[in-house]
């Protein structure tokens, strides 16, 4: 496996080669590491040899392009998107194109996955819905089949994948306990070398009031880890469909009401935004007017611009399992974000 995970210094570097991406804004400086504003993500794709080996140059060009965030998840095409990634920063790694330390590489854990199960029964209450388990033991052999899979001795971010799945079976105080010991479990991880840090990775639980809650997962961390606790980081869906992360104010900071991405910032979390351009539903049909205000030259190169642009916003996600797309894409990194006087006006009609 590889040895060595992202730093600094490393991601700092990987910037500095690009400097006309650099001059646009392209790169965000946080706390933790300097990372592209753009990221490839991993979710969709057939289970055969043709996509795999479309993530695999993907991964590579989205690499050479300027990207060095790269999000997945064991049951992303059952493991195959992993794999793909592991097999393209392997041979990008021999090659000298790449240093570890210079990309930031995200999976999850939460799910069932067909042919990943755990060898050791899940004890009673740990599988919730019959598909999700946040237990320690669970999550520590998911870990070990995901560092297989990326070749990699210590994985960046390590997300619990939809962690609401569990929060409407339970009370909420029972919930956080269950998060608590998960947590537990992350800063063991973080004090093995296992993993850089940790996160939630959400679908419905920072979109909706009164569901997951920023502010109590932070303080479960200081609970668990104190100041320096490694819970760094949140994924939400964001797009010009699913704008809550910035519309709504789903959140609260000591009861004042605020939106999910304000929150984020304010707990120390990077915030990554999943969904840019809705699984290609926005890649065609866009409104005349969000055309208008965005430029650009196709559609989901003005969804993901959408994205890009929102305040509090650190990194956008987009699938791409075709070079092609990259480079669609990556045209992005050649002009600054939306002005904010025309991002706002598309809440305006």
């Not at 001059?23 to 490839?40: D, H, M, V, W, Y």
């Not at 998840?73 to 992993?82: A, G, K, T, V």
């Not at 994924?235 to 704008?243: D, G, K």
């Amino acid at each position: 496996m590889i040895k060595g995970f992202s730093t600094p210094e490393g991601t700092s570097r990987f910037a500095s080669r690009f400097p006309g991406h650099q001059k646009n804004g392209f790169f965000r400086e946080t706390p933790q590491r300097t990372l592209s504003a753009i990221g490839i993500g991993t979710y969709l794709g057939g289970m055969d040899e043709a996509a795999d080996r479309g993530y695999e140059a993907s991964v590579e060009a989205a690499i050479q392009g300027g990207v060095n965030v790269i999000d997945t998840s064991l049951n992303y095409r059952n493991q195959r998107s992993e794999k793909n990634i592991g097999a393209a920063l392997a041979r990008m790694n021999a090659t000298g194109q790449l240093q570890r330390d210079e990309i930031l590489v995200c999976t999850k854990a939460g799910y069932l996955v067909p042919n990943a199960i755990p060898s050791v029964p899940l004890k009673s209450g740990e599988l919730v819905a019959n598909v999700h388990s946040m237990a320690p033991e669970f999550l520590e052999d998911q870990l070990e089949r995901s560092r297989q899979n990326l070749g990699l001795e210590t994985i960046d971010v390590y997300y619990l994948h939809n962690p609401e799945t569990q929060f409407k079976h339970f009370s909420e105080d029972e919930f956080y306990q269950r998060v608590h010991v998960a947590f537990e479990q992350m800063e063991k991880f973080c004090e093995q070398g296992k993993i850089a840090y940790y996160g939630i990775a959400t679908w419905d639980g920072l979109r909706k009031d009164r569901q997951l809650s920023l502010e109590h997962f932070t303080q479960v961390a200081l609970e668990v880890g104190g100041p320096l606790h490694h819970f760094r980081f949140a994924q939400m869906p964001l797009n010009l469909a699913m704008t809550e992360a910035f519309s709504l104010p789903t959140q609260s900071l000591s009861t004042i009401p605020t939106n999910a991405l304000h929150c984020a910032g304010r707990m120390g979390l990077t915030a990554i935004g999943s969904a840019s351009i809705m699984q290609s539903r926005l890649a065609s049909g866009l409104p005349d007017h969000v055309r208008q205000k965005l430029g650009m030259e196709t559609d989901a190169q003005r969804a993901l611009q959408f994205s890009r642009s929102t305040p509090g916003m650190i990194v956008s996600l987009a699938g791409m399992s075709n070079p092609a797309h990259v480079t669609e894409n990556l045209a992005l990194a050649t002009v600054p974000v939306t002005e904010p006087e025309k991002y706002f006006k598309l809440f305006v009609q």
